[in-house]
Every structure is written in C-alpha cells, then in structure tokens.
C-alpha cells in the first residue's frame, strides 16, 4: 500500500430499507459516504451520497440544436442552391416541408448523443470489467463504502452498521 | 376528516428482490417448455413461407402482386402503416406513461418496446420489397452521388416516412437497450462460462454504482421525452402519405391525430394479445397481474371511441363539405363493391371494444383475448379500406377496377407476422421480458408506503 492509499469501510446489506436508515444515520453523524452499489435506483441515496445533479441535458439540448440546425440548413442547401427542383411549383425555400425532417434530425442527434454521453460518462462499454463489491449487488444486495474519518474507531463504525442489519464488513484500503 | 384513497399494491405477490430475479430469469435459465416450442415452429414456418414469397417477388418482380394502374398501392402500404402502428404501443407504454409516472408501466413496457422494434422491423420491409429493386434501397438518403448529385426530394411525404422510420427505430433501439443494460448484468452475475461472457458484453460492465444509476435515471427521462413528440411524428408523417395527396378519402386534415391514436390503439391491443399469452406460457402472472389488463383494457375502450369519432368525423365532414366527389368515395366506401371492408372495421374496432366497459368482460381473460384479436383484424382492414377503396374507384370512371390479393400478397403477410413472432419468442427466451430493476425499485417504494413495510423489511433481512 502506498502512504496515499485511505481505508474505507464497506458493508453490504440485505434490504433497501436497511441500507437506506444505515446511509442516512452514517450522514447525519458525519461520517463520508463515499459510493453505494445497489440493484435498483434507490430514491434519497444521491442527495446522501452527495451526488450532484447530471448534465447530460446539457449534451441533448446542444446535440438536437446542432441536428435541428444541420437538417434545416442541408435541406435547404439541396433543394434550393445545389440542385434546385421544381416539385408541383413549389417554391425552393418551402421550409414548411422541411419541418418534419428537420425534428427527426433534432431527436436522432439528441438521443444518440445523449445516450452515447451516458454510456462514456459512466465508464459503460462492451468489454469492460465490472468491479462489483458483492457478487449480488445486481440481485438483492446493497453495499455501502464510508471513508473512517479520524473521529471514529473501527469498532464503532462497524457497530453502528451492524446495528442496521449489515451482514458483511470489509475495510478496504483504495487509492 | 378526508378519506385518503388507498389503492391496491400493484404486485402483491412480490415478496423480496431476490424473488423478482430468479422469477423473471428463470425462463432463460431453463430449457423451453411445449407451449414455447409450439409457438416457436409455428412462427418459423410462417416466416419461412414469407422468405420464399419475398425471394419469388424478388426474383420475378412486382408483379407477382394483384396492383394495376389504379390499385398501386394495397397489400404492401396496408401491411406497412399496420405494422408502424403497432410499434406505437411500446413508446406510448415505455415513454409517455414513463413521464406520466403510470408505475403499472413497469411489469410491461420492456415487452412492448420490443414488440415495437420487432414491429418496425416488419414495417420497414414492406416499403423495400415495394422498391421493385431493393438492393437499390440507399437511394432514399440524401448522399453525394454521380447524378449529379441529385438530392432526395425532401418535399416528399414519403422521404420524411424515411427519415421518421429511420429515427423511430433508432431511438426505440437505444432506449430499450439503455433500460436492458442493468438486467442484464443481473443475468450475467448469475451465469457461468460462456453464457457469463456473452451477457457479460451484452451488459457493457455494469456495477450499480450510486452514479451509474443517477445518469440512468437521467438518460432515461431525456430519451422518453424525445421518444413522447417522436412517436406523434411518426404516425402524422405516415398518414400524410395519403393526406398531402388530392385523392378524395386520403385529403383530409383530420388523419395524423387519426393515425396516431389508431396506432395506439392496435399497439395496445396487440401488447395485450402478446400479454396474454406470455403470462400463461412463461408463467409472469405474478408481475402482469389482472390490474394490469384492466388498465390496459381502459386504454383499448378509450382510445376505440375515439377512433371510432374519427371515422364519424370524416363522414360528416364529407357530407358537409358538400363536394360531390368526396361524398361519392364515402358512400362507395360504406356501400360499394368493398363495403365489407368498412363494416368488418367498424365492428371490430367500434363496436366489439365497448363490451370493456364492463367489468365482467374485463375479468374473462378470454372474452378480453378475443377482443384484442378483433382490433387487431380491425385495424389491418382499417388500413385496407383507406387505401383501397379511396384508390379503387376516383375521378375518372374509365379506369375504374378493383383489387384482389395475390397468393403472394398473402403470403408475404403471413411472413411478417411469422417475423414478429419469431422475434419475440427469442426475445422471451434470451432476455429478461420484464424490467427486473424497474420492478425491484416499484416494490420497494410500494412496501415503504404501505404498512407491511417494517415486515417486508424483516423478512429480507432474515433472509
């Protein structure tokens, strides 16, 4: 181990409810929560873990601009000034035709760029190695990783967490 | 003091989280019972059927089929517009009631999206075998090409059909995905060997972490609110396929919010059909419970009143317009030559899903299976009399005529549905038909609010 590496708690939990009173309890004394690993979205957990609110919307509303722009801007660009043609005498710029094309370029940008900002952001991709704390984290188990800080000993830490049904506590040193 | 309304927990038989995992896992985990593999010989040779169809038409050309000058359009447009309409169900259950928090959604809305990219699939192949030379299908995108280069026509209906078909499939595709991605790494942590390897790619290195499911969340709720506008455009840029035309029975303002709630309601019919049979064969009673096809059976009897308004509407509104030529194709359409067409669509899609309004038929799991395959019928031949008797008879009596399906016309639909089935038997038999996480996270919020939720609590804590 090298002199930066920290000791963590982990303790893993057989219910949502459990896991969810246990965090909470760790929070209002002051202890770090560090990382959960659930199997479900467990409501409350991301305000306790401190976990700031996304930005992918930021990437949909930038994304479907830029296809909405893009699929205006090429249409227009093909049916008036490349190639012009004359369609029923429609005039060149009837951009009233180009309304339906011009949205689906919007959500096909939006969404793919959204989705692919969700997949990179959380380190998601074919091949990738999970790392799970606990085997049945996708299952029925809830795993919890608290930073000791220096105000608490081990032993009370872990009784704290035993004391909400916690049925295993490892202390893990992490870089 | 106010009476607080308390409704019934949705999935009262859903004990613990572990419960919920090897339940909707274990009909992957194990070998296919009967009712499968009856349905899954019975699907294949329908699509085998279809294939030899599809390569005989290929091979000889397009006039395999029963069109003529007048009828161009028949078969291949009706089997198209029914297909994309039933792929409509899936987002409405997984993005509109995502957004309207319908937590009943959950127990169905992974089938349903698959039911919709197995759908569109099936649509998208009618349009391409129409091409006549479908090995020339990218000459519909607009790319740099030696003609010039000439461009699409981006003022074609039929080109935004391209572009609305194209995104509708590619955004169904990644939402569903996106919400199988943690279902999946439950099944890959529960397999070994090379079944482990595979879901372990499938699953894109999963863990669960407390970020991973905020951005899940997240990413879910943005593609659902594109999906939501995404789905309305799709089935309005359909029917301007025939609206934007001068035919007397296709040019009218009232067809896309027409189309699109047509398309809701054969979807729905469809998923309850699907439903059904699911729940008996892979045994999902305890998750598609008789709340859920109540609520889907209310979705079916609302939205049949309002097509069946729509059709009132266009047949007033060609009695009132007072032109003769639009009060000519609706008369031909209620009596002419094909006016059978008309009254077996009414009676499937008006007239048959009222019974739902009463409980009695809503509890007879039969009675609701057969209704859900008349609208189905009904749908298809709505479709059918759109484009059939509009183009069958119209402004020039000379070149009147009428349609007859070919051998292999029939065959061919056949085939799609062969496709579809073949696809969602697969689907049952190799991922999880039901949102795992989804259904874990509504039985915890149900527990929590309900007053069995410290002995919920024991129980998984003993266990």
């Known amino acids: 181990m090298t002199a930066m590496a920290k000791r963590y708690h982990l303790a893993i939990f057989p219910g949502a409810a459990a896991f969810l009173q246990a965090a909470r309890e760790c929070r209002a004394r002051g202890l770090d929560l560090r990382e959960a690993w659930t199997p479900f979205p467990v409501h409350g957990l991301d305000e306790l873990l401190g976990i700031r609110r996304s930005r992918l919307p930021w990437v949909t509303l930038v994304a479907g601009a830029l296809g909405a722009a893009g699929g205006l801007a090429f249409q227009y660009w093909a049916s008036a000034e490349d190639y012009p043609l004359d369609v029923g005498g429609k005039p060149w710029d009837s951009f009233l035709a180009f309304v339906p094309v011009t949205f689906e370029m919007l959500v096909l940008l939006g969404g793919l760029a959204s989705a692919a900002a969700f997949l990179l952001r959380s380190r998601l991709w074919p091949g990738r190695k999970e790392v799970l704390p606990d085997p049945a984290v996708s299952d029925d188990a809830f795993a919890l990783l608290l930073e000791a800080g220096a105000a608490w000993t081990d032993e009370e830490i872990h009784a704290l967490l035993r004391r909400h049904g916690a049925r295993e506590i490892r202390i893990e040193c992490r870089p | ?463």
């Open chain 2, 1 to 463: 003091m106010a009476h607080e309304l308390h409704e019934p927990p949705l999935l009262p038989e859903v004990r613990s989280d572990r419960q919920v995992t090897e339940d909707i896992c274990r009909p992957l985990e194990r070998r296919p019972g009967g009712a499968w593999w009856l349905a899954f010989v019975a699907a294949a040779t329908a699509l085998a059927i279809g294939v030899v169809c599809v390569t005989y038409q290929i091979l000889t050309g397009i006039g395999t089929w029963g069109l003529n000058r007048t009828v161009g359009w028949a078969f291949d447009i009706t089997n198209f517009v029914f297909w994309v309409g039933i792929g409509h169900a899936g987002t409405l259950i997984s993005a509109v009631l995502l957004l309207a928090r319908q937590r009943w959604r959950t127990s169905i809305n992974r089938s349903a999206e698959a039911m919709t990219i197995f759908a569109v699939i099936c649509a998208g192949l009618f349009p391409l075998i129409h091409m006549g030379r479908p090995w020339l299908f990218y000459w519909v995108f607009p790319y740099p090409n030696q003609r010039g280069p000439l461009w699409v026509n981006f003022r074609s209906p039929l080109l935004w059909d391209v572009f609305a078909i194209g995104t509708y499939f590619t955004i169904s595709l990644v939402f569903w995905y996106i919400g199988l991605i943690p279902d999946l790494a439950t099944v890959r942590d529960r397999a070994r060997g090379l079944r482990r390897r595979i879901f372990a790619i499938l699953s894109f290195g999963w863990d669960g972490r407390a970020r991973s499911w905020h951005r899940h969340e997240m990413v879910s709720l943005i593609l659902a609110g594109l999906a939501t506008p995404l789905v309305v455009s799709v089935h309005s840029v359909v029917s301007t396929d025939f609206a934007t035309a001068v035919l007397p029975g296709w040019h009218t303002t009232v067809f896309p919010p027409y189309f699109v709630v047509g398309a809701v309601f054969s979807g729905f019919a469809m998923v309850l059909t699907l439903m059904l049979i699911a729940r008996r064969t892979v045994h999902l009673e305890a998750y598609i419970t008789m709340r859920h096809i109540h609520a889907m059976c209310k979705v079916l009897v609302f939205t049949s009143s309002i097509v069946g308004l729509a059709y009132a509407t266009e047949l007033f509104v060609a009695w009132y317009s007072n032109n003769p030529y639009e009060q000519f194709a609706f008369t031909n359409r209620l009596f002419g030559p094909m006016g059978w067409g008309f009254w077996i669509m009414v009676a499937c899609n008006v007239v048959a899903p009222q019974l739902l309004w009463f409980r009695r038929v809503r509890w007879n799991l039969a009675a609701v299976f057969g209704i859900s395959l008349l609208v189905n019928v009904g749908m298809w031949f709505e479709r059918f009399v759109i484009i059939v008797t509009a183009l069958h008879r119209d402004y020039l009596p000379s070149a009147w005529t009428s349609y007859r399906p070919t051998l292999i016309e029939i065959g061919t639909l056949l085939g799609s549905f062969g496709l579809f089935f073949t696809c969602f038997l697969l689907f049952c038999r190799f991922l999880p038909m039901v949102a795992i996480s989804e259904i874990k996270a509504v039985a915890a919020e149900e527990s929590s609010h309900s007053e069995t939720a410290p002995a919920r609590a024991e129980e998984s804590r003993a266990a």
